[in-house]
């Protein structure tokens, strides 16, 4: 297992090397920079820009240097910890991102362990109890979860936890709460306000992976080694859960690779509808904006999360189920 | 008795992963003050690529030994395991393709708390795994669904019916005795 950790690191490496190069070149290719956005905005508002203080702004923050340059200085700040300066927030990037990194990964988690936990039982459930009433339903559960815009989920369930909880629409926790230091209160504020969003959120992942969960073990469960433990008299629950369902898992943890980014990233339209503190409204107005150092930055952390989610998902899967692939082959 | 050893070439490649795996870690480490966080992290990554160079070196100078007592591990930290006290076996398969070719096994052999993993880039594995594969079918041991598999890939053929239902086989043959 420690060659293969190897050898996957060292993919992973010149990966996020090659995304961090695009990230930069991707958001520096819109022609101009965050300042003649700046200007632009200014000057159709009808205020007099100083080309001078432009000029001195533009030195200042390195925006006159060459791109190459730029990438470099933006690289090394991020081993050190700085990713860079907010030109739209005239404040340093971790400043800003701090406490909204906490708050999305605080969804996040929490969306994932929702979708997790319901997706698993149900999964197995339908596939156990094939074309009973319950997977008919469970079925119908599932494509109404797929086919609900998140938007209008959120829109309805804000409503309702309105109307019939008391609790205030949008945001992460009462509005008392915001910009206060964390407390008791604060936190049950936002673990109150967690659940619309972790719904909304989970809905649409959990039923696509029930769907794929039943799938994958409806298949497992008409496999020959199946039908011999059975003949031999091997517990049913005790046969579910020692063959079929490992091997159904594959999916399941390949999952994790496209969930983690996908949480943070896909959520943008829903965080914009429930005001949620989160990334995703920041990183559309930071791309909006130019503010490279903030885009970037929110780009690279998305990435990271997928190389490492697949890292993650990849070391789990080896350690399931190592098998060859006949048709892959080994070489050596 | 059969001797079976590391060829240099299959090593130099694991050589050159771990010297790149250091100098992309510990490199920018020497020349950027890293943020604690980073330090760790790049540390820690570092050490972990020192480790893969320093058992690389190990293999190179092990020699795997079997015979009819055992399997045995020659080298500075060598181990032994007699086919009698032989616990668990097992065969993998890795590969960091999407398509999963170009991957290697690695047999793993486990008895009186002793541990012997061989990688496929040894000569003779496919005699070790035989063997190996062998004394386990004769000691009943429970064989991973995917240790079947990819004996059945070298051309090894074990008994899937013991291993599927592993207790139900047990029961039976219980009854029949």
Redesign the interface.
């Known amino acids: 297992?420690?060659?293969?950790?190897?050898?996957?690191?060292?993919?992973m490496?010149p990966t996020l090397l090659a995304i961090s190069a695009l990230t930069f070149i991707i958001i520096q290719l819109p022609p101009g920079d965050y300042l003649e956005t700046y200007i632009a905005e200014l000057e159709s508002q009808g205020e007099n820009v100083d080309p001078e203080k432009i000029e001195f702004l533009r030195q200042q923050y390195g925006l006159d240097q060459p791109m190459i340059v730029q990438y470099l200085y933006w690289l090394?700040g991020l081993?050190?910890?700085?990713m860079g300066y907010s030109f739209e927030y005239s404040l340093p990037v971790s400043q800003i991102v701090g406490d909204r990194l906490l708050l999305t990964f605080v969804v996040t988690l929490a969306t994932v362990l929702f979708t997790y936990i319901v997706a698993f039982p149900i999964g197995v459930y339908s596939a156990t109890h094939q074309y009973s009433w319950s997977d008919y339903g469970l079925t119908f559960l599932g494509f109404l979860g797929l086919a609900t815009p998140n938007f209008l989920l959120a829109l309805v369930l804000l409503y309702l936890t309105n109307r019939y909880f008391g609790i205030s629409i949008g945001g992460l926790m009462e509005p008392e709460y915001v910009d206060q230091p964390w407390s008791m209160g604060k936190l049950m504020s936002v673990i109150q306000h967690l659940i619309v969003p972790t719904i909304v959120i989970g809905t649409a992942g959990t039923a696509g992976m029930i769907r794929r969960l039943r799938a994958n073990l409806l298949d497992e469960l008409q496999k020959q080694?199946v039908v011999?433990?059975r003949?031999?008299?091997?517990p049913p629950v005790?046969?579910l859960l020692k063959?079929p369902l490992r091997?159904a898992l594959n999916p399941f943890i390949s999952d994790i690779g496209d969930l983690l980014p996908e949480l943070v990233s896909g959520s943008v339209i829903v965080s914009v509808v429930m005001s949620l503190p989160t990334t995703g409204p920041m990183l559309l107005s930071a791309l909006r904006s130019q503010d490279m150092y903030l885009a970037g930055s929110f780009l690279m952390f998305l990435a990271l999360l997928t190389v490492v989610g697949m890292f993650i998902s990849?070391l789990a899967l080896?350690a399931l189920?190592?098998?060859?692939?006949?048709?892959?082959?080994?070489?050596? | 008795m059969s001797e079976h050893r590391y060829p240099p070439k299959e090593l130099v490649g694991d050589y050159a992963r771990a010297a790149l795996g250091v100098a992309a870690t510990g490199g920018p480490l020497l020349f950027v003050p890293a943020s604690p966080v980073m330090m760790w992290l790049l540390g820690g990554l570092a050490a972990l690529f020192l480790a893969f160079g320093a058992r690389t070196a190990l293999r190179q100078t092990t020699v795997v030994r079997v015979d009819d007592a055992g399997i045995t591990a020659i080298g500075p930290l060598g181990v032994a395991i007699a086919w009698s006290e032989l616990g668990r076996l097992g065969l993998a398969y890795y590969s960091t393709r999407r398509d999963r070719s170009r991957g290697w096994m690695q047999l793993s052999v486990r008895g009186s708390g002793r541990s012997l993993r061989v990688d496929s880039t040894i000569d003779g594995f496919r005699e070790i795994v035989a063997i190996a594969a062998d004394h386990a079918e004769q000691r009943r041991l429970n064989l991973s669904p995917a240790t079947i598999g990819n004996l059945a890939a070298l051309g090894i053929q074990a008994n899937p019916l013991d291993t599927a239902a592993d207790d139900g086989a047990r029961t039976t043959r219980a009854g029949q005795a």
């Open positions: 297992m420690l060659g293969y950790l190897v050898h996957r690191l060292l993919i490496i090394g081993l050190q910890g700085d080694y011999t433990g003949a031999k008299g091997l005790k046969l063959y091997m990849d080896a189920d190592p098998r060859i692939r006949l048709h892959g082959g080994a070489t050596k």
